[in-house]
């Protein structure tokens, strides 16, 4: 039984199938598509990107900058998460059309909601540059002068190049400064809200099961494109009409199951996957740690006013959502990281290392590397700890702070530009901070910078501490600040703001949280960040030389380069996992666990009545799997943060999914992959469409949809 057991595992999982990796779209051809077919892939490298005719790129665009998208229907119809499209159905939510809590469907086209500051980006053609790029660079000496140079050259061939007037070049590293690839794109900014499902569908389980499977999120959102007439980019107008797109993905209900290949494409933002283990332990024991202690009390500070109160649970729920997600993930990374042994596997992998570059007689080039790195990353660890306390509690997560920052820089753009920038630089801020204050509590605020200064005085490096601060009575400090200081209201912010510059200046610099914020970042900017930018370049530049090394002396591993957000595919199979020892977890879930996650009237579980209801009829049409309603499903695909949004396609290219999260255990993934556990969370294509057929009634929707089926029997 084992044996065969054995034999059956060793059979359907190639080794190299399940080992992640991000790859460039136009290279697929010679790194991965032997590969790909050898997993269930049906169709070919060419399929899914080609200059010379439509493929499966032309249908991903990049949504926003930090989300991705992919268009489903010949009229520019788009399918997001709802996570992604958030801020747009938040814009248009009153209290009387409240869209967040009830969803929202619009049943003709004129009903479609356009959008100020969004825009989603086409890629139409990927190229390599690097020999223009690094023209002229090479017989530079100091860091600083080859990386302006290669600014400069970034610069110029981005308007160089050839382009149409409404396309864009962006040119982009990879592999740590090793090659570059320019992206000719094309962004369309009239982009319309069709559709979203209530919160209790589109963010089902919200905090606490976020990074977390087993997952019953319906995490959607539709919108359509509009261009002009001639199908080009244009700003909004109501001539404008539904954009023809060149590829469009045909959506499959022929259902998934554990094995089938999947593929992600996607705009995956940044992983450090070859990092040294210096910098490794550096994260696992010192970064990551403060980082969660910080924002661990400004939640827990938001958290005890948010139940308490109606009101400020409306005014925080965005922050604390935001706070809390990387908070989580940093918890889970740690953790991963640990329990998966990266630093040992880093370690040994370092050693082999070193045994190649003797063996092949790069002594002189490579012998020093790691030594380096070593030196580096010790010298670099009080003022990294110091950035990051420093950008947790002033610039992240203490709201008078970061608001007195702003003053800080408005002083600043004063001293360097003269009055007229003020001038400009003071109305937007006045105008902007309209909207923060609107979801500021001064009495929130207040505990968690008592909380965080703390920290802060107590736990970040002393020696680059203001004097202010060594040993400072902190809680007195606290009440001093919020009751002295204008930057507690909106009104009190006016006042510090009125008047010329002069008089602003001398005004604010007279305010007692004004001076605070000042002294930190004076002293930051004095004492922390010259050394740190100048460690840090030290840093760039031996990681490039490490990439560089890696991929001469170690030709036959996947080597994939680290996310960037520029457009990728990734690859394998629906898999489950097992987390932690006599636990097996299955890869799909289906609507029965919506009913049992259920609590009436809870902010994260609720569930809507109509939704019950056809629950207990079955109602699911033609989307069923055997009876029940598929929800979600994982996969080894290998994501981060910016595939969000990413369409999951079967072997045929066909839409089966929607990618939006990964599992708790394998939240490491973007320093360490380790294929046993680490799984991407996708929500099943058929709960979207039963969600806006069955629940929304809108199957107009779906019938402008190219609907794929087992064929009828
Ligand atoms: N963890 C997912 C990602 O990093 C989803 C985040 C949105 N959901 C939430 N509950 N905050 O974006
Ligand atoms: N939830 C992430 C996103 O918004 C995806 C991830 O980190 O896996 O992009």
Redesign the pocket.
Known sequence: MKLLRLLVLLFVLPVSAQQGGMWIPSLLKGMNEKEMKTLGMKISAADIYDVNKSSLKDAVPHFNG???SEVISSKGLLLT?H??GYGEIQSHSTVDHDYLTNGFWAMKQEDELPNKDLEVTFIVKIEDVTNKVLEGVAALTSEADKQKKIQENINMLSRTLPKESWQENKIRTFYDGNQYILFLTETYTDVRLVGAPPSSIGKFGSDTD??VWPRHTGDFSLFRIYADKNNRPAAYSKDNVPYKPKHFFPVSIKGVKENDFTMVM?Y??RTQEYLPSYAVAQIINDLNPAKIEVRDAALKVQDGFMRKDNAIKIQYASKYASIA?YWK?WIGETKGLKKSNALAIKQKFEQEFQDKVAKSGKQAEYGNLLADFKKNYTEIAPYALSRDYYTEVVLRNTELLSFGYRLFQLEQVYNAKGEQAFNDRKNNLIAGFEDLYKDFNANVDEKVFEQLIALYATKSPKQFLPASLVNADTKKLTEEVYSQSKLTSYNGLKELLNGDAKTVIERINKDKGFQLVKTMADSYLKNVAPKYDELNLKNIALQRTYMKAILELFPNNRIFPDANSTLRVTYGKVKGYSPSDAVIYEPMTYLDGVIEKYVPGDYEFDVPAKLISLYNNKDYGQYADKGRMPVCFIGTNH????????PALDAEGNLIGL????VWEG?M??IHYDPAICR??MVDIRYVLFIIDKYAGAKHLVDEMKIVQNKKK
Do not use: A, L, Q
């Open positions: 930090g989300c991705t998460n996570h992604c976020n990074w996607g995956p933002g997600n993930k994501t981060t943060g910016g595939n969000s949004g990413s990618n939006f999260d990964r939240t993934s973007d991407n969370i």
